[in-house]
């Protein structure tokens, strides 16, 4: 079994930078899918960016990339994504996920991380 924990939320002003950290315990994330979705009050879990672990492809919410970029690093099995150009719609909870297929459907991912708020100030 996988945990994931999240680090690196906080609050921040509309045009800064966040870097947040999906770290991997239990089982590594060889052969799999990690993902980063977010969560606003009152709106559903949508996909802000996903990459595979062996080969790296990626994908991500169009109208997220550009601002935000997600990366792995294999050595420390961990997985970040940088947030730039942040703005107050960006307000969320940010969840790490792990799963089988580079997919926006968050019934397609296994484990969950506890997740970490972002909060972007006006």
């Known amino acids: 079994q996988v945990q994931l924990v999240e680090s690196g939320g906080g609050l921040v002003q509309a045009g800064g930078s966040l870097r947040l950290s999906c770290a991997a315990s239990?089982?590594?994330?060889?052969?799999?899918?990690v993902a980063w979705f977010r969560q606003a009050p009152e709106k559903e879990r949508e996909l802000v960016a996903a990459i595979t672990w062996s080969g790296g492809s990626t994908r991500y919410a169009g109208s997220l990339k550009g601002r935000f970029t997600i990366s792995r690093d294999n050595a420390k099995n961990t997985v970040y994504l940088q947030m730039n150009s942040l703005k107050p719609e960006d307000t969320a909870v940010y969840y790490c996920?792990?799963?089988?297929?580079?997919?926006?459907?968050?019934?397609?991912?296994?484990?969950w991380g506890q997740g970490t708020q972002v909060t972007v100030s006006s």
């Open positions: 996920a792990t799963g089988r297929m580079l997919i926006s459907f968050p019934n397609y991912y296994d484990y």
């Open positions: 239990g089982q590594t994330f060889s052969g799999g899918v």
